[in-house]
């Protein structure tokens, strides 16, 4: 079975990034993805413009999105964001449940129990919108604050969560800290509590970014966030770094017999476009070595 590539570049990757990028470079950036073989993308988040300044132009970019052929999906933290993501027309609402209080209050002002509580009362309502509604559980696999994310905690977020039907649920190490064992083995505790699809978000902080794909791929996960060129950073992590590279996580996934309905060349090209329009070497490593 085919594993599906979720672009986030132009959410995750560009949110952070020591410059704004222009609305049309954003819009550029999802139909390339979209033209490498990803369908869902993470096009932008519906957070306040004077937390994250690099989204302001969330509304604009969905507006710019019309014919591109996407499944537009927009981060969401409260009933404000799914209001604004409802009024924009994505396709997809994905709601984030920080497993830290620490780390929760820092990046949308909630402890994990306020978080879980409105993730049950906006998936419904995402739901009777029309809307599909996952569920990303942030900080899985380590909190900066916190230390390690023990495991019970974990699948009794997942549980609560579950209750509100989430189209999916990805498990995210946000400022990546996880190592495979790790990923494996809570992988496979989640496939054991849930039917639903999964969904796994790495960043590539400690260079483990790829192999911890494989072992989440390998666990159940169905569906891989990633970054074109490898960029990203959540503004509210310290020493944060880039998510996994698109092209990267390609690369991974064919040579170990995952097809996925990406163009490894189509997605190192967008790699090193995207390097162009920021004027930067990416982090990814594909767009520099190519394929084999
Ligand atoms: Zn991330």
């Known amino acids: 079975m085919s594993v599906e590539i979720i672009e986030v570049g132009p959410r995750d990757g560009l949110q952070n990034h020591p410059r704004f ?17 990803s369908r869902r993308v993470e096009v932008t988040s519906f957070v306040h413009p004077a937390k994250v300044p690099n989204l302001a132009d969330a509304e ?4 710019g999105l019309g014919d591109s052929g996407v499944d537009s999906i927009g981060v969401i933290m409260n009933a404000r964001g799914l209001d604004r993501a409802i009024a ?4 997809e609402v994905n709601v984030v449940v920080l497993a830290s209080d620490t780390f929760g209050q820092r990046n949308q002002g909630m402890t994990t129990a306020e978080a879980v509580a409105e993730a049950r009362r906006l998936l419904p309502r995402a739901h009777d919108a029309g809307l599909r509604a996952s569920v990303t559980v942030g900080a899985t696999f380590g909190c900066p604050f916190e230390g390690e994310t023990p495991l019970s905690r974990v699948l009794h977020i997942v549980e609560d969560v579950l209750a509100a039907g989430p189209d999916e649920v990805a498990l995210a190490d946000t400022i990546g800290v996880a190592v495979p064992e ?29 192999a ?55 997605a190192i090209d967008n790699a090193r476009w995207l390097g162009g329009v920021l004027g930067e070497q990416v982090p990814g490593l594909l767009s520099r070595a190519g394929g084999f």
Not at 182 to 191: C, D, N, S
């Open 212 to 266: 911890n794909v494989l072992a989440a791929v390998g666990a159940g996960a169905t569906a891989v966030d990633a970054s074109v060129g490898g960029l990203g950073g959540c503004p509210f992590a310290p020493n944060a770094t880039g998510n996994v590279a698109t092209e990267d996580v390609v690369y991974a996934l064919h040579r170990s017999g995952y097809p996925t309905t990406m163009s490894l060349d189509a």
């Open 88 to 91: 924009a027309g994505v396709a």
């Open 182 to 210: 790790q990923v494996e083995r809570v992988f496979t505790a989640v496939r054991a509590v849930t039917d639903a699809p999964l969904r796994c978000h790495f960043h590539n902080t400690r260079n483990l970014g790829s």
């Open 21 to 37: 990028v222009a609305t049309f470079d954003k819009i550029e950036l999802v139909r390339r993805a979209v033209a490498a073989g």
């Open 60 to 63: 604009q970019v969905v507006a």
